[in-house]
């Protein structure tokens, strides 16, 4: 059952305002792979990111198949991509999706494409 909880156990931090962790992912969906990766670049000093940890919460709620995760680019624990200037950016599958936060609607539409081009990639849903 999903019930929309997160796996908390991880040594992930918690998200600020949402008491979600940065795990990206419920425990129910943990062994799945992922086939979509969204990925938030934030900073402390960024006042529309608070909305973004909502943004983020909604996207973990609503395509728990998504691996999510939010990057502070204080602290990150990798190099910071090229194409990543402001924040928040949001990367789907590495790519530019958002400069500063996208529209509910365009969460939804964008992800449920994505949803849905990689599902038809996958050989037991292929026409062959």
């Keep these: 059952m999903n019930d929309g909880s997160v ?7 918690e998200w600020p305002h949402t008491g979600l962790s940065n795990a990206g992912q419920s425990a129910e969906h943990s062994q799945s792979p992922q ?5 938030i670049y934030v900073a402390d000093h960024c006042h529309v990111c608070d ?3 909502e943004v ?15 990057i502070d ?18 990367l789907l599958n590495g790519h530019v999706w958002s400069l500063g936060n996208p529209s509910p609607e365009d969460v939804h539409t964008r992800l ?5 081009q990689t599902t038809s990639l996958l050989p037991e849903n292929r026409n062959e």
């Design 7 to 13: 796996d908390n156990s991880s040594a992930h931090e």
């Design 35 to 39: 086939l979509i990766k969204v990925e």
């Design 51 to 53: 909305y973004t940890y």
């Design 56 to 70: 983020a919460a909604s996207i973990q709620r609503d395509f728990p198949e998504v691996a999510l995760e939010i």
């Design 73 to 90: 680019m204080a602290a990150p624990q990798r190099p910071i991509p090229e194409v990543v200037f402001a924040t928040p950016t949001y």
């Design 112 to 116: 449920s494409e994505a949803l849905t």
